[in-house]
């Protein structure tokens, strides 16, 4: 157990819907990193937060968006969902960028 | 723009086939390299940090060293639970930049 919580596990919905990730990271660690990874595709970093603020950001698309609250945890929205979103999507939380990664379980998006 | 490599991309070994997986990069002064296991559909697992040319980490059937120019993951004695994809990243230069990893090794241990 990594100590980074994500939730759903599981998401299944349909095109042009709109759906939330949560995540929660370690206790201490103050960014949180999304990545997506399609079947058998390799990581894609979308976006860091550290402390509430934007760190760095990936290929992510305009339909996506994020924050981190002040409590630390982060959520991860999309929205005009098209089938090619399907992928799981991870959380990652570290220290700070100099630090190892701690990633969740995943939550795996289906879009019908 | 920081670089990863991975080779090779996949690797099959019989149990108790001792090999080595290789991490190169080019970084504008490195700041460390991390190794990470990651199992189907679950996220990656860290394993290591290296930090410095000429350090190893060692943990069970699992050693990692580090040169100036790459990193080696070398796998003794290998068992059937050690199958997996095996991912290197390096640490951003600067704080505002992302971390950058390698497309991974997948490794298959057949008993």
């Known amino acids: 157990d990594s100590g980074v919580t994500q939730t759903p596990k599981h998401l299944i919905t349909a095109t042009g819907q709109r759906v939330t990730l949560r995540c929660s990271p370690r206790s201490g660690d103050l960014s949180v990193y999304w990545y997506q990874q399609s079947l058998d595709q390799g990581l894609q970093f979308l976006i860091q937060?550290?402390?509430?603020?934007?760190?760095a950001k990936g290929n992510i698309l305009e339909r996506f968006s994020a924050q981190q609250f002040p409590d630390l945890h982060s959520e991860l929205n999309l929205s005009s969902l098209e089938l090619g979103d399907s992928a799981l999507y991870f959380c990652?939380?570290?220290?700070?960028?100099?630090?190892?990664?701690?990633f969740g379980p995943g939550t795996r998006l289906t879009v019908t | 723009e920081d670089q990863v490599t991975q080779s090779p991309e996949a690797l099959r070994l019989q149990e108790g086939e001792s090999s080595s997986l290789n991490c190169s990069y080019t970084?504008?002064?490195?700041?460390?390299l991390f190794w990470y296991r990651q199992d189907p559909g679950k996220g990656p697992e860290f394993l290591f940090t290296l930090y410095s040319a000429g350090e190893e980490k060692e943990k069970e059937r699992l050693k990692a060293t580090l040169t100036k120019k790459e990193s080696f993951l070398h796998i003794t004695a290998p068992k059937p639970e050690d199958s997996a994809t095996y991912l290197c990243?390096?640490?951003?230069?600067?704080?505002?930049?992302?971390?950058?990893f390698g497309t991974g090794t997948k490794l298959q241990v057949i008993p």
């Open positions: 990652a939380s570290s220290r700070d960028s100099d630090y190892e990664q701690y």
């Open positions: 937060y550290y402390n509430g603020e934007e760190r």
């Open positions: 970084v504008s002064g490195l700041r460390g």
């Open positions: 990243a390096v640490p951003p230069r600067g704080g505002y930049q992302k971390v950058t």
